[in-house]
């Protein structure tokens, strides 16, 4: 079964991240018919192993985000490209997985490691309890460049103070729907528009109070859709809504988002925010640096910006600091690729602080729009992909 197969299949199981149980054991049931030693941990993740010394690691996640008609998932080729009809195609990180699962058939010197829940966190990659064997590990969550290094970054969940009341009129909805979406990371620096921030916009311009506010699907996406319930004053109908509405909606409005700082020596974002969720006075953001003095510099920032509204730290993703050693090198010879560092949380940075000796990189196909209806891999890439995947493993293999 080629690798286009394998994907092809994971997208007919349902494993929107929280409910990847179907998957873990698609992937367990795998590697046991091929004779693998299956361990899982605690946080569902998965190690196939066949040899006591295994040369190198592949790790991909088997959780995806859950864009549009997702899990129900269409696949469409359309110019060389495989997306999705109406949905997130979860080939961030399926092909990754697909790309491992195809390798278990013919090279057991490599360990198989399948982490959970990592676009809600890196739940997985956090609580990992397994014993890894291996000098070098390579990621498969990659877009199409060779990566050494990314950024870390903190969820911050805010709780405006709401102030109800009763309002006399007529209810009112409003919905936007339908924009792009995208990688809260990779993609803040393009001209996607804020769902939840084009519609408060629109709701404070329009002097109505509000009754109800939500938007946003994770704080990892920027939101492709917000929907609103207002009061028109005509009509005797009683609602409890926002008495402080005006004040709330500029509150969200006067939270950094987009681009914050640029790394001019990588030509990425090097700190950033994204204002991910909303649902009335919960609140839910994801800011991101490319090290650990650029997150203490946004902590200071958003200290400002939140003083006198209650907001905790939920979820902290460490960057992951640029290294080049022996991995890095062979995979650049190998892939022809540039070594890249990208403003988005890898479970590299997690893991290298459980395993401060493991070297890393991460590679994988040309993925677009991840995140998003958008989502779309290049059909030819993810051969390439494959091809020089299996190279770098067997050269690993050669020079140990």
């Not at 995806?64 to 469409?76: D, K, S, T, W």
């Not at 498969?140 to 405006?160: C, N, P, Q, Y």
Request: with cysteine; hydrophobic share 40%; proline share 6%.
């Amino acid at each position: 079964m080629e690798i286009l197969e394998i994907f092809r299949r994971l997208t007919e199981i349902p494993h929107c991240s929280g409910k990847t149980e179907k998957m873990r054991e698609f992937i367990c049931q795998w590697g046991e018919s091929l004779g693998y030693w299956i361990e899982m941990d605690r946080a569902g993740n998965i190690l196939a192993r066949r040899m006591e010394r295994p040369i190198v690691v592949l790790q991909s996640h088997y959780d995806i985000v859950c864009v549009g008609r997702a899990p129900e998932i269409q696949l469409m080729e359309e110019g060389g490209w495989l997306k999705g009809v109406d949905s997130s195609i979860g080939a961030d990180n399926g092909i990754g997985v697909a790309a491992m699962l195809k390798l278990m058939e013919s090279h057991p010197e490599v360990e198989y490691l399948f982490t959970n829940d990592e676009e809600i966190g890196l739940i997985g990659a956090r609580n990992l309890e397994l014993e890894l064997r291996a000098q070098f590990l390579i990621n498969l969550d990659s877009t199409g460049e060779l990566l050494i290094g990314a950024a870390g970054g903190r969820v911050l969940e805010v709780e405006f103070p709401v102030e109800w009341g009763e309002f006399t009129g007529t209810r009112g909805m409003v919905k936007l729907e339908g924009l792009p979406g995208g990688h809260s990371g990779i993609d803040i620096d393009k001209p996607i528009p804020n769902g939840i921030l084009e519609l408060a916009t629109l709701l404070l311009s329009s002097g109505r109070p509000l009754l109800q506010f939500k938007g946003g699907v994770s704080s990892n996406a920027i939101p492709p859709s917000a929907e609103a319930h207002f009061l028109s004053p005509v009509g005797k109908g009683v609602h409890r809504g926002i008495k402080n509405w005006s004040e709330y909606l500029q509150f969200l409005l006067s939270i950094p988002n987009g681009v914050i700082k640029w790394d001019p020596q990588y030509q990425i974002p090097a700190q950033s925010s994204n204002l991910g969720v909303v649902e009335d006075g919960r609140i839910e953001l994801f800011y991101r640096g490319n090290s650990w003095e650029d997150l203490k510099d946004l902590e200071q920032l958003f200290h400002e910006k939140l003083k006198g509204v209650k907001y905790q730290v939920v979820e902290e993703v460490a960057p992951w600091p640029p290294r080049e050693g022996k991995l890095a090198r062979l995979a650049a010879q190998i892939f022809g690729l540039p070594r890249r560092v990208v403003h988005a949380g890898l479970e590299c940075g997690v893991i290298m602080e459980k395993f401060p000796n493991l070297e890393l990189v991460s590679i994988g196909p040309k993925i677009e729009n991840p995140h998003s209806t958008r989502e779309r891999v290049q059909i030819e890439s993810v051969y390439h992909f494959f091809k020089k995947l299996e190279e770098l493993i067997l050269a690993l293999q050669n020079r140990n």
